[in-house]
């Protein structure tokens, strides 16, 4: 399974370079095993020529359990305002039996990033993560990759493949509260930091 993360990664740096279109839904990713229930609400870097933004995720189950739905907005390539909605699902491959061991997941969805012109995108990734725990703090670092089937509106609805390396950490708390961190790096350069709100389930 390591050895499938890594070509998966190595894939990611060698497709096209990012897209000047519309910023991606699906970058940062901010997937992983685990991924917290409730509402998450970042401030966002898409990337690619793009203004600051923000998002925000939802989500009913833990992943890789159930759906998981985020929509944001920031400034675009070309300084317009630009809107971003996705839906995404996941399932385990490789699920840690104690705390501080690795989990792996495969994750998917569609969404669309519009402005100008419009980009869907359906994406596909594996991320491996981990969960360590100390009383009532617990730290969840992830690694992984993505692809990326995009469909451009602009002209005559090219379809390109893209990608990127997924890293992150989520930090929680006893109270409920969670700070976020994600990254994507390669063809989809983006970040995102955020919180998840305690009780939103």
Known sequence: MKSTL?????LTLCV???LEAQIAWDAPSLMRPGTPSGL?????????GSGLGVAAGWRHDPAPLGIGFRAGLANGPNDDLSALFGVDVSGSLAKSGTSGEPSVMWWS???LGV???A???VPAGLVLGWEARDGGVSFSPYVGGHVALDILTAGDGDMRLDGAVDLGVDLGFASGWMLRFGASVGGRDALAVGVRFPGTR
């Open 6 to 10: 890594a070509v998966l990664i190595a």
């Open 16 to 18: 096209p370079a990012a």
């Open 40 to 48: 998450s609400v970042l401030l966002l870097d898409p990337g690619q």
């Open 109 to 111: 969805g569609a969404g």
């Open 119 to 121: 980009r869907v995108s």
């Open 115 to 117: 402005g100008r012109n």
